[in-house]
T-cell receptor, first 111, second 111 residues
């Protein structure tokens, strides 16, 4: 199916474990983003990528790592999960227009 | 810190009334966008206004932009219960497509 998909939709992990959230888009959009949304708040930018092999930090990048070896995939890794990283994570992409398309989100709980 | 800040944080109205939400931002922008988020879902693009535009309409939506005051407003006319959602403004700055979001306005439309 065309669009942007995130996996898993829900994840529970333990403190200290490494976790990877996946994001895949089918449009070949250049820009991709990872945001986190804490309960009752807006979105904060974690990392973004302008193209394959080009990534840059957002405002809350500590503790996260990204890669973009292929245009369509933009995985986000929590190197050593902490409780403060419990959140809903959204992936988004932008193509030729400025409009961003969002995935359905991954609800991550760190216990 | 967030680039955009919405006001009010929460708004409750009756079906058929108009809803107005405001957004203020800090730095110069190319575009300002409004997104909608239903509970538990990803964000969906509503409307974009460019920095050289002052007003834009789309269906029941009216957006204004005042770059001298660094502010925008979103008006939803003749609201419906289905308009109940959170609404976010997003700005991209003048340096590229890095989208930053405000904290959002939670709109409740009572039937």
């Amino acid at each position: 199916d065309a669009g942007i998909t995130q996996s898993p939709r829900y994840k529970i992990t333990e403190t200290g474990r490494q976790v990877t959230l996946m994001c895949h888009q089918t449009w070949s959009h250049s820009y991709m983003f990872w945001y986190r949304q804490d309960l009752g708040h807006g979105l904060r930018l974690i990392y973004y990528s302008a193209a394959a092999d080009i990534t840059d930090k957002g405002e809350v990048s500590d503790g996260y790592v990204v890669s973009r070896s292929k245009t369509e995939n933009f995985p986000l890794t929590l190197e050593s999960a902490t409780r403060s990283q419990t959140s809903v994570y959204f992936c988004a992409s932008i193509g030729g227009q400025v409009e961003a398309f969002f995935g359905q989100g991954t609800r991550l709980t760190v216990v | 810190s967030q680039q955009g800040e919405e006001d009010p944080q929460a708004l409750s109205i009756q079906e058929g009334e108009n809803a107005t939400m405001n957004c203020s931002y800090k730095t110069s922008i190319n575009n300002l966008q409004w997104y909608r988020q239903n509970s538990g879902r990803g964000l969906v693009h509503l409307i974009l206004i460019r920095s050289n535009e002052r007003e834009k309409h789309s269906g029941r939506l009216r957006v204004t932009l005042d770059t001298s005051k660094k502010s925008s407003s979103l008006l939803i006319t003749a609201s419906r219960a289905a308009d109940t959602a959170s609404y976010f403004c997003a700005t991209d700055g003048t340096s590229g497509s890095r989208l930053t979001f405000g904290e959002g306005t939670q709109l409740t439309v009572n039937p």
